[in-house]
């Protein structure tokens, strides 16, 4: 039965299976065991990394693409829904056509980048993603009639979904049942679907012939499969998931702006999380999001009682000045990079690997 | 025995040059003149292009160079940049008394020292960034990519663990401040001082090119890496030459760019990256007059439609790169690949 849901692709390392359930536990018991608002958002943000990240890897980690366009679809996904909205007013419908629509542009967009420029080398690749993304992002704040410009949109989601719903008077085990938790609850729902249709994806035929075009292009157009389709379709596919993604992430703020779903610092975070959590496999972008979000909101505080302690060495407080926490990661990247390009993920699977080799009758 | 020898080679068939992109420069200007309508506002938007072009095809000569020899796109290079600017900061903020003299002389002298300052720091960091980050992923694209946006990250960092992350004033100095008549057209000092600094930099580097041993393997490398190695050179050593070169023009070009902004900020580097690569993308990935004419367009570009509709000046780079790209799908100068 699991072995069916998660598509064959097990853990496959006594440890990482730990974690994720870790991680999924502590997702869902949220509400519960951390109190407090800002803990909700984590883990709300969490879930909402964990579908964009995994559809990066998609594209990045399966076929071996760079895409720096990647946010541009995220933004499309929440402009989507926050246009709807405002426009339609708080309504199912208005959700039902803002992610459709958002669906389609997407859709669209990726398609005319991916056969305009995926014949090409990688790194060209990379350069016009990364110009067609910043024109984007002008854009968004240019028509601010639509968009709301800098600002963004603010704006009214289903009455089920909004803080002042409560689904009975009395709380339960200390928690108020109200819209914020079944939107909580409905993100988790979402997320873990998503992810595990993306399982389904790339441990499919087709998502071998992704990994093959990975490994080696060349081969792989030789054994017959047009490459240039698999790669438009997996371009395309993981458009279509970063939409979603985004889609979740305006129903969980309610608001959307350039900066909160288009701005080039997510898409710098994005291939933190990939890289870190482990390229080429869909359970590293879980464990990649949970890490970077996690640090993102609570390395800083450790971090300030470090500079507390060190203060009076001029040059190691600046390095360890709270606002300095990117640096740290980003160092954990160009290592991750070098020594273990198959992140967390990849090393524990490796471990295990070995550590059933070793063993007598194995 | 000579005799044969001269005759084969005045036989050889010689490249026809390519001169059609080299009109796009009078030809986008002319077209912008009966648009802008007053001949004075013309000639101040023109200077302001150039001034910008040049600017940035210091900083983007070295990108394109780099990847024409080894095929090693630098997403990092915004890092010299921003620290050639903040070098320069340093410099001539120690400099105050010189800066603000109202002294020619002194002025120059001090943004000269600015410069070389920044260009020998930016050109050394250049050493340890080839060594550290690029020369272990050679020949690997998808790393090379990552591996070079993670130096930039941890670069952007630190130089705000040094500078501090705020934006810092990078004044002219007095010398250089206000502009010149020409006619009714006023034109700022600076901005001619930036385009006959561009046109030095671009002939000494033409001439390198075209005149020296060194640019001759340097073109030679870029057309055919492996031949030149064949014959013996030892193209890793050119190719560390022109990543530090390239990086030192980078740190000039952040000095230059800081001054014309008046103030330099941490993300610098990161938002002219983009428009680096829409340059090196039109003029062909390699060619060094490429690079020039593409930033020319760009500059260019950038001003009219900035005084004509602004709305679509933010847009103008990548309309600019469509277009182009239409017309010639590898860059206005192909550099022949095998």
Same mark, same amino acid.
């Given at each position: ?15 990482? $299976?730990?974690? %994720? !359930?870790?991680? &999924? *536990?502590?997702? #869902? ?8 608002? =800002? @803990? ?59 992610? $459709?629509?958002? %669906? !389609?542009?997407? &859709? *669209?967009?990726? #398609? ?8 090409? =080398? @990688? ?62 609850? %409905? ?6 679907? #998503? ?168 | ?338």
């Amino acid at each position: 039965m699991l072995n069916h849901l998660l598509s064959g692709d097990l853990p496959r390392s006594r440890v990482l $299976a730990v974690v %994720l !359930v870790i991680i &999924l *536990a502590g997702l #869902l018991l949220t509400p519960f065991i951390f109190p407090g608002a =800002k @803990a909700l958002n984590v883990a709300a943000k969490i879930c909402i990394f964990i579908v964009l990240v995994s559809s990066f890897d998609l594209l990045l980690g399966y076929t071996g693409i760079v895409s720096f366009a990647h946010t541009m679809f995220f933004g499309i996904g929440a402009y989507g829904v926050a246009i709807a909205l405002t426009r339609i007013g708080p309504t199912w419908k208005g959700v039902a056509v803002g992610v $459709a629509a958002a %669906l !389609v542009v997407s &859709l *669209a967009l990726s #398609l005319v980048i991916g056969l305009f420029s995926l014949r090409v =080398k @990688a790194m060209f690749y990379a350069m016009i993603t990364l110009a067609v993304a910043s024109a984007f992002q002008t854009m968004a704040s240019q028509f601010s009639e639509i968009t709301g410009g800098e600002d963004g949109l603010s704006f009214k989601v289903p009455e089920l979904l909004t803080p002042g719903f409560s689904l009975r008077e009395a709380p339960f085990l200390g928690v108020s049942l109200d819209g914020k938790l079944i939107t909580f609850y %409905l993100l988790i729902a979402v997320t873990v679907v #998503l992810f595990l249709v993306m399982l389904r994806i790339v441990n499919s035929p087709f998502g071998r012939v992704l990994q093959a075009i990975r490994e080696n292009e060349f081969r792989a157009e030789a054994l017959g499969y047009r490459t240039v389709s698999y790669r438009t379709s997996s371009n395309v596919l993981s458009a279509m998931f970063a939409t979603l993604a985004g889609a979740l992430l305006a129903l969980w703020l309610r608001y959307n702006g350039p900066d909160t779903s288009l701005s080039f610092e997510i898409m710098i975070d994005l291939l933190l999380m990939v890289v870190i959590g482990g390229m080429g496999t869909l359970y590293g972008a879980v464990v990649g999001a949970a890490i970077f979000i996690v640090a993102q909101n609570y390395l800083q505080e450790l971090m300030k009682l470090a500079s507390g302690a060190s203060i009076k060495i001029p040059l190691l407080r600046d390095l360890v000045h709270p606002d300095r926490w990117l640096l740290w990661l980003g160092l954990l990247f160009v290592l991750s990079v070098y020594k273990f390009p198959a992140g967390i993920v990849g090393k524990l699977r490796l471990s295990a690997w070995r550590k059933r080799m070793a063993q007598p009758g194995a | 025995m000579n005799a044969p020898a001269t005759t084969a080679v005045e036989a050889l068939p010689t490249v026809k040059p390519d001169r059609l992109p080299l009109m796009l420069l009078p030809v986008l200007a002319l077209v912008a003149l009966p648009l802008i309508g007053s001949t004075s506002t013309w000639v101040t938007l023109t200077f302001a292009g150039l001034a910008m072009g040049m600017i940035i095809f210091i900083i983007a000569s070295g990108l394109t160079l780099v990847f024409g020899l080894m095929d090693v796109l630098n997403f990092g290079h915004g890092v010299f940049i921003t620290l050639g600017a903040f070098m320069a900061t340093s410099v001539l903020g120690l400099m105050t008394g010189w800066t603000t003299s109202g002294s020619l002389l002194l002025n120059l002298v001090a943004v000269l020292a600015a410069m070389l300052v920044a260009m020998s720091v930016a050109g050394g960091v250049g050493v340890v960034f080839e060594r550290v980050i690029i020369r272990p992923v050679y020949g690997q694209p998808l790393k090379q990519i990552l591996i070079t946006m993670g130096g930039m990250i941890v670069g952007e960092e630190l130089i705000k663990v040094v500078w501090g992350p705020e934006a810092r004033p990078l004044l002219l100095p007095t010398a250089f401040q206000g502009s010149i008549l020409m006619g009714d057209a006023a034109v700022e000092k600076y901005r001619l001082i930036s385009v006959v600094l561009g046109l030095i930099v671009f002939a000494i580097m033409t001439w390198v090119l075209t005149h020296t041993k060194v640019g001759l393997l340097i073109r030679a490398g870029v057309q055919d890496r492996e031949m030149v190695e064949s014959l013996g050179y030892r193209i890793r050593r050119l190719f560390i030459g022109v990543f530090v070169v390239g990086s030192a023009l980078a740190g000039l070009g952040g000095v230059m760019w800081g001054l014309y902004q008046q103030s330099v900020i941490p993300q610098l580097g990161s938002q002219v990256n983009v428009l680096l690569f829409i340059v090196i993308i039109i003029g062909g990935m390699g060619s060094v007059t490429g690079c020039f004419i593409g930033a020319m367009l760009v500059g260019l570009l950038a001003n009219y439609t900035g005084f004509l509709v602004p709305k679509v000046a933010l847009f103008s780079n990548i309309l600019l790169m469509v277009i182009v790209l239409l017309w010639r799908p590898e860059g206005l100068y192909p550099v022949g690949k095998k």
